[in-house]
């Protein structure tokens, strides 16, 4: 018999900031029961209007709900809210999917006291942001067990059409930091090349037509240029402050991995500026401002 239950009843979404409101909102249109809960109420009056029902407490969500899904910033809100004294006698018969971003051995520590309190627990961090989520086209990459992916790929393929078993728990984790680090990278390194062809007097259209004709473009370039040129960093997909706790964790991992990570220290202090810039809540692309400050 398998140990965990053989239909999802209701699932659990806790966090529902600017990725797991969307995502949420994928599992309420897939006629999904759904039970959420946010430390600020105000964040769920959409869902409420979209039919989930309304937690008072994360320990509300673990006694209604078969399984859970986290969206939650970092691993010490994940410690607050799930492993608290109150939620830890919960979480008995449960499942927990983590689909933040938190370090490697983050995720194993969690996955351990999970599963100590009687639970089952799966990392599946996500890639892309909310368009991505909003379709349901997020790229899911899971560390679990083989039989837990299995179990629960069909609640997965709701955010994203093809889940990936990458392996053990931690796995996961340590991909997405890899991809998150090209992301504060790729973007650093096109905010100087950008800042550099400006103030030199090169055409901007100029220096993008040659760059989309080269192997060293990246569509994320695009994406970003319109931000960066009209300095307009508002509504972001995905702000500045939480890059830098990515790359902050990446450097963690990967110097116990024993890389040589000299390349990030700069990247790590153009967005510890911007942030001092008042820019932690705009979208990353702000970090334009800090690689090309206003003369």
């Avoid at 008072?56 to 809210?81: F, G, R, Y």
Wanted: proline share 6%; aromatic share 6%; glycine share 8%.
């Amino acid at each position: 018999m398998n140990k965990w239950r053989n239909a999802v009843v209701t699932v659990g979404f806790i966090g529902t900031g600017l990725m797991g409101l969307p995502m949420a909102e994928r599992l309420l249109a897939a006629d999904l029961s759904v039970i959420v809960y946010n430390r600020t109420p105000e964040k769920l009056e959409p869902l409420q209007q979209a039919g989930a029902a309304i937690a008072q407490s994360p320990v509300e969500v673990l006694q209604q709900a078969d399984c859970v899904l986290l969206m939650l910033t970092d691993a010490p809100a994940i410690q607050a809210v799930l492993l608290s004294p109150e939620t830890r006698s919960a979480l008995t018969g449960r499942t927990i999917i983590q689909m933040g971003t938190i370090a490697p051995a983050e995720s194993c520590a969690i996955a351990a006291e999970v599963e100590a309190a009687g639970g089952s627990y799966l990392e599946a961090p996500v890639l892309g942001s909310i368009p991505e989520a909003q379709a349901g086209k997020l790229i899911i990459m899971v560390g679990s067990s083989p039989e837990l992916f299995q179990h629960w790929l069909s609640l997965l393929q709701h955010l994203g059409p093809e889940p990936q078993l990458i392996g053990e728990v931690g796995s996961a984790a340590a991909l997405k930091l890899a991809l998150n680090q090209l992301i504060g990278s790729l973007t650093t390194a096109f905010a100087l090349s950008l800042g550099f062809v400006m103030r030199q007097g090169v055409d901007v259209e100029t220096f993008m037509n040659i760059l989309r004709d080269s192997a060293l473009y990246a569509p994320t370039f695009d994406k970003k240029l319109p931000r960066m040129v009209e300095r307009n960093y508002t509504n972001p997909n995905f702000p500045t402050k939480h890059l830098l706790k990515d790359m902050n964790l990446f450097l963690g991992a990967a110097q116990l991995a024993g890389l040589n990570v000299s390349s990030l220290a700069g990247v790590q202090t153009i967005l510890e500026i911007a942030q001092k810039m008042s820019l932690a809540e705009a979208d990353y692309s702000a970090l334009f401002s800090a690689v090309n400050p206003q003369e």
